[in-house]
């Protein structure tokens, strides 16, 4: 199972940029990917780095202060500039890629340790290379990626 215990049916993780985004409406996604540092489980410290920044991503109804200040190589947290704003996840594409890509590689070799089902995985693949098509649109564009999620 999945930290925090049960799936939440309505979780939506929007990413995009002004070259375009995608919203991933997956519960699996949001639990394994996003969540994924949240796993009692030894990892790498380039791991570890890659899922922090995952694990940054903010509510976008959070106005946590503190996580404002967030930030790491090729990433920050951009707080909202106004009442009708929310905090995002600012990242370069290339941080951004490499972060799914190593949370993609732990869920495949660490599946039947974390119970996650074939199913799930092979949702979460789907929404993996939807994302990349973002990712992909904004590296070729050179813009920015933001990235946060709603419950």
């Keep these: ?33 996003v969540r994924l540092a949240e796993f009692d489980a030894a ?3 380039d ?8 694990s940054a991503i903010p509510h976008a109804l959070d106005r946590d202060e503190e996580s404002a200040r967030l930030s790491g190589r090729g990433w920050r947290i951009v707080p909202p500039r106004d009442d009708l704003d929310w905090p995002v996840l600012e990242a370069t594409p290339q941080r951004l890629r490499s972060a799914f890509a190593r949370a993609r590689r732990i869920i495949w070799m660490r599946a039947a340790e974390f119970h996650i089902s074939a199913a799930d995985i092979a949702s ?12 992909l649109r904004a590296e070729a564009a050179g813009v920015p990626i933001s990235v946060s999620y709603v419950a």
């Design 1 to 33: 199972m999945a930290p925090g215990g049960e799936f939440s049916p309505m979780i939506h993780v929007n990413v995009a940029s002004s070259a375009g985004g995608y919203t991933v409406g997956n519960a699996a996604f949001f639990h394994y990917v």
């Design 43 to 45: 990892l790498s410290r």
């Design 47 to 54: 791991d570890r780095e890659a899922l922090d920044v995952l």
């Design 124 to 135: 979460i693949e789907h929404e993996l290379d939807a994302v990349d098509g973002v990712i």
